[in-house]
């Protein structure tokens, strides 16, 4: 197993809260290979569609298009895990994620 360096650890915050960057990260061959960065960047970005899909649904009212905003909120919690060099799991999606051979 690679060591986690402080490049995968930003690359790896990043992606939660700015879900391009995970994009990016599973577009580029070497940060690809990087398993930290890849798990980080498959997970945030299914959350990060995950949130997109709720604002399209939820967005018909000003009071429930709150809601992912709120949850966008987490991603910064989960990014202060990242930047820590943790491997974390998010109830649910880190599972099917596993499951379906992703991470």
Request: proline content about 4%; overall charge neutral.
């Amino acid at each position: 197993m690679n060591d986690i360096n402080d490049q995968d650890k930003l690359m790896s915050a990043l992606s939660y809260p700015i879900g391009l960057v995970a994009i990016i990260i599973l577009l580029v061959e070497d940060m690809k290979k990087r398993p930290f960065q890849k798990y980080h960047a498959v997970q945030a970005l299914a959350v990060n569609v995950i949130l997109i899909v709720l604002s399209i649904i939820l967005g018909w009212t000003v009071v429930l298009a709150c809601v992912p905003l709120l949850l966008w909120l987490v991603t910064f919690y989960w990014a202060y895990k990242a930047y820590q060099g943790e491997y974390f799991e998010i109830p649910g999606l880190t599972n099917f994620l596993k499951g379906q051979g992703w991470i």
